[in-house]
């Protein structure tokens, strides 16, 4: 009678049961055997139902606990769809039984329970489905960045994934990708940037490995496909290939930072065989294979001559030692930077 009284009773009921036996099936099969038994009515029933829907977002929201934002995001939506969804249908709920106190007071059977679960759900979707947008964008209030994101920040991986491989294969490779683009940048960059722009992105890329490492290491092996072993032996190579791009791409950087400031003659030949490099990255990125094959080609002709340049103004006279063994040094480097590249294409052929 209490909790028929009060539907605030009946809501705290059903969400406290729930969230304690983290399972709302099992709290809502209770409620049907107490139904039958004729210990509850509708004017109980019906709100501790609800209340089970709110206190099912425990599981969530317990699984989000030392995850990413998105993740916490996620469970904060879902607790906000089933507690604006339980607020609003059953202050519908308490002025209908205001008005025909003779239903509250009805028995209630298993089976209407169910039906009454469902409609919940269903009335739940179309009713905040058009609000979709505000949800998200209120759960973005609700869990707010730790700080401000910096260029090539990444979102770890949930050492979780581990015991379903596919779906952690995928996350891995995605991220894999967002690190391949980040060397792209770059290598693009390491022509005219200062060390230290390319040494933050390095530290963004060895994070990025570290992480991706580890989630490749947790895997469950005993289930995985031949298929999925070799993707993680292939993912693994990839993120060699494109660490050594970045400590290249720094290298290239420091070798200009200590080369005298007038050494500008091979500037532009620099910079050319640096975004052809990045492209040759880019396309591998891309998994156009063959693409990236025929660029680094072009890379490796384009290499040759620019190191038949700077050898010809240093036999010239125009160009100092010291600014040609610094520009041979960059060029060597750059075409290590497009073999790396050629090695990442190489892998998508590994299917």
């Excluded at 705290?12 to 099969?29: E, F, H, K, P, R």
């Excluded at 993740?71 to 008005?99: K, T």
Aim: net charge negative.
């Amino acid at each position: 009678r209490l909790l028929g009284s009060n539907p605030i009773y009946g809501l705290l009921t059903g969400a406290v049961v729930t969230a304690i036996i983290q399972s709302s099936s099992a709290s809502m099969g209770i409620l049907q055997t107490l139904a039958m038994a004729g210990v509850v009515n509708w004017g109980a029933a019906a709100f501790i139902a609800l209340g089970q829907n709110i206190g099912t977002c425990a599981t969530a929201l317990l699984s989000c606990i030392g995850t990413d934002r998105n993740a916490r995001r996620a469970a904060v939506i879902h607790l906000l769809f089933n507690v604006i969804g339980s607020v609003v249908i059953g202050l519908c709920l308490w002025v209908f039984f205001l008005f025909n106190p003779a239903i509250a007071q009805s028995n209630v059977t298993g089976t209407e329970l169910a039906v009454f679960h469902t409609s919940f759900n269903v009335l739940c979707t179309i009713m905040l489905f058009p609000f979709a947008g505000w949800l998200v964008k209120l759960s973005g209030q609700l869990v707010p960045a730790a700080g401000k994101t910096k260029k090539g920040a990444f979102v770890r991986l949930d050492p979780r994934m581990g015991e379903a491989p596919a779906l952690a294969l995928e996350a891995i490779e995605s991220q894999i990708y967002a690190m391949s683009k980040i060397a792209q940048e770059a290598v693009k960059e390491s022509a005219e940037s200062p060390e230290k722009v390319l040494e933050d992105r390095q530290k963004s890329v060895e994070e990025m490995r570290q992480d991706i490492t580890e989630a490749l290491q947790g895997l469950n092996t005993s289930v995985m496909s031949q298929g999925e072993h070799q993707r993680s032996e292939r993912d693994m190579m990839s993120l060699t290939d494109i660490s050594r791009i970045m400590e290249l791409s720094v290298q290239v950087a420091a070798i200009r930072g200590k080369a005298d400031q007038d050494c500008e003659s091979c500037q532009e030949g620099l910079k050319k065989l640096a975004r052809s490099a990045a492209r040759t990255l880019k396309l591998a990125r891309h998994e156009r294979v063959d693409e990236a094959l025929e660029q680094e080609e072009a890379v490796d002709a384009l290499e040759k001559e620019l190191r038949q340049q700077v050898l010809d103004q240093m036999d010239a006279g125009t160009m100092k030692a010291s600014h040609a063994v610094a520009c041979l040094d960059c060029i060597r480097r750059y075409e290590r930077i497009s073999d790396h590249a050629e090695m990442l294409a190489r892998n998508h052929e590994i299917q």
